[in-house]
């Protein structure tokens, strides 16, 4: 604990964070609205908890929302209490139930032996259940699939409020008989006598639905438990209900949280904070700290509840309530313009807290423009006034409604040459290098003359547009296929590519599905292509996120070939269905996101765009499938609205700009948003666009292109400096860059995707199966079994063809078995499995630190407390001489990394350990049947000697020194792929 650090931080707080942070026991209720430090109050709970407490940092838990959030309340809080603040048990509620099933595999049968549907594996199951069911409602005459889609949608909210299928039955009788009882049900006399009056007649149609969904809702589990598959919302439901039936597990869950906290509550839905009551409810008055705010409630669309954040104060009467109401971010022109509109949301008493915000010049304006595309590019020309004043990109933001809106802004910041980053989500398959690569693969899986032409048009083929131009004109006009004219043709390259092309599709008809696609990738020089580009960050990112998408389908259906592949793809394109793909912030850029999206940001000058009728509030939506959930009320999407805009005002430090259009992309008369008349005229400038700005300027968007890109190049060397400083170095890192440095610029420094090979699979397998005997050991119980499961589990979810899963399934059970029963006796309890240290500064130079970090397989401790490392390898065991790089064809490396984890060890500030010596362990026997184990003490030399060797490294990679320079391997691919790229300016 930096106790200097903590005081410092905790005398900037006023009076009301100071008692949240003080007043650590028994349930207590924060509303912390914008801007009010709710992150650095958070943190600095946690660390006096930690500090004025014997609280273990584990026993700590603080849920959230994203892992964006996450990570920011980690940063913060280690800044403040070292390496315990790695330990504090920080999670998303999705990734604290994945914590709990892991930690207890053998609880959830239904989870572990499963495996996660797709979104195709979900479509298929409910469109069998509608064509195999007799339906009333949800299955058109015309069109039996057309209620699908919102199927899907209903099936997902019931499971986010943890509505099982027996449930959601019984809540459709109760509905029937409730409405069957109503007096005035029917008419009694007149024309319309015996008929049902029309004020019931929705509910009677929306009852109807709702015993049509509840049939498929069962079809869709007993489908989803016969397949072996689970969805996202089951991860939650099944820790509810396991949790709900085992006391013995709930007691033992309950008594690992002795302090909970739950940031932005007011996000929580149904199965959440269900969640967070069985957690929290072993004593009466737990050490329960919710923080929130109903005013910026804006995903009541993911099932969301207000009630949620209301029922804590009522379930919890003597809760401790704090209101923070000093906001640091915006000025109080702003703070009180938005709180004008938001009042209008009817909310409990206690809820409205107005802020106090900065006594600065700034506020909101309000701009009418003529058209969508005059106001983007009106938006862009405004922007790059603020950057040509000296206003920094990065405290620059676009806010928009939906995701489809980001266009116009992208055309507009490029005709201005501002760089971007979009943060919407958007389908892999729609990204510019995805869709080619794509492209080009569909046209050796299918060479049809459509597919084909595509293919050519692509510019990472590199063909003279004129030629493929004339090869189709050719082939139209003598009515023969495409792929005959390119076979034919006079020009070399399109002869070369149409070879090329065929290369593909054989190799992609006979090997496996991730084969094809490396070697598609490595033949058209997609990576090089990448890098060079001027959005080469996005494209890499998009390229390991394709490659990611093909492991999972390859690891589900195993030996897949390129035509399964595409089967796959169009089922989801004929769905409707994408691939989410998100990007990550690029230093130096405007941001562009939705006003979803921008929850949680802050930047000096917002755009929020479009704020017209229709966009902003008035919108046409229609829910075509409803399902009861009690207490629930779609009725409100005006507040909803109200709402979003003001999270969007709220984002701005200075300055918030409304801007709306008066007619649409048809021409069609707009009004501006109703918000904007509840915004208090006092608190709203109104601005005016100069005269003749359309006439003058709006040409230049019609005739530039404009030279900006989403992002600045991949390889400018401020780029690759901080992202080197921000990533760390592990000796994996290390090793791979003294092996070869451009091995470790493309595989480690930008992470080019590449697929994992079968020695790697294995030795991974075999590790995941020594860290649950391990664990097991821990407890008491020495289970071989379970060992073996783990790892084979881990070789079926692998890559590997359905040919070779077994053999090495066996080979695993062999290896496992063997080598524990050889050291069985030999290992110690309560040993450290596969612990992970980060966060190890480490000075390079004058002014930068690099952050080391590493995994240390096991650590085992004497009677003394000192520590003996365990590294576990796979693959032929290495003579001493080898391992201290003695030999001609070795290099030290694996001596280096038991030296690196000694350092790790020694920097480590808490706990602080003491290693004796670094033990290598081979799993697997040599030649002659014997296992080998290598024992090193090492030495202050040692330690020395890796401290230079890792200040020589970060200081080459900084200063890209490396880069005129290759490996000894003549035949190193990283090497050859090098010569591609251009040298960065310096």
Known sequence: MNEEKFNEKYKSLNEDQKRAV??????????????????TMLTLRIANILRITDTPPDAILALTFTESAVRAIRKKLIDIVGQAGYRVRIHTFHSFANDIISSYPSEFPRIIGSEHATDTDTVRIIENAIINSSLNVLKPWGDPLYYLKDIKSAIR??????????????????????????????YESGAHKGKMRGKYKDLSKSIQKNEDLSIIYR???EAMA????????????EVIKVLSENESLSLQIQESAQYILADEHQDANNSQNTLLEIVSSFFESPNLFIVGDEKQAIFRFQGASLDNFLYFKNKHPDAVL?????????????????????????TEDYLRVSLKGRVDKGGISVISLPRPSIEAFWIGHSIKSLIESGVSPNEIAVIYRDNKDSSNFMRSLSANNISYTVFSDTNLLEEETVEKFVAILRAANEPSDFNLSRALFIDILGIDLIDVCDAITESKNKRISLSKVLSNSSSTKLRDCFALIERIAEFGRNKPLLYTIEYAAKEIGLVSHMIGSVNGRVSLRAYDSFLSFAMRFAERKKSVKLPDFFEEIDRMENHGLGIPFFRDENPGTVSLMTAHRSKGLEFEYVFIASVSEGKWSGRKMRDKLDPFLEGKSFDNRL???????????????KQATISYFEEDINGKE??????????????????????????????????SHGSSSESPSITEKSYLNEMFLRQGFSVSALNSYLNCPWQYFFVNLLRVPKIKEKPMIFGTAIHEGLKTYFNCLNKGKEDIKAACSEMERSIERSILPENEVSDSIEKGKEVLTSFIKKYKGTWTKDALVEFPVSGIDFEIGSNDTVTLKGKLDRVEFDKSGKATVFDFKTGK???????????KDSNGDMKRQLTFYKLLLERLQSPQYDMKEGVLDFVEPNESGKYKREAFEITNDDILELEETIKKSAYEILELSFWDKTCTNEGCEWCKLSQQIKKPDK
């Open 157 to 186: 909210d019931l499971k986010r409020e943890a509505i099982s299928p027996d449930t959601f039955e019984k809540s459709i009788i109760d509905a029937k008989k409730s409405l069957e009882s109503t007096e005035d049900l029917y």
């Open 219 to 221: 079809l869709y589990e």
């Open 639 to 653: 507040e909803d609205e109200r709402r979003l805009l003001y999270v969007a005002i709220t984002r701005a430090k």
């Open 226 to 237: 016969k397949e072996r598959l689970f969805d996202y919302e089951d991860m939650i439901m």
């Open 670 to 703: 707009t009004l501006p948003s109703e918000l904007l008349s509840e915004i208090d005229a006092n608190f709203l400038e109104q601005k005016t666009v100069d005269t003749g700005f359309e006439e003058k300027t709006y040409p230049k968007l019609l005739e």
């Open 22 to 39: 003080d007043t650590i026991d028994g349930p207590v209720m924060v509303i912390a609205g914008p801007g009010t430090g709710k992150t």
């Open 877 to 887: 065991p290495k003579s001493r001489a080898s391992i201290e790089g003695k030999t």
């Open 322 to 346: 704090i209101q923070l109401s000093q906001n640091y971010r915006s000025t109080q022109a702003l703070l009180n313009g938005s709180f004008s509109m938001i009042k209008n949301n009817i």
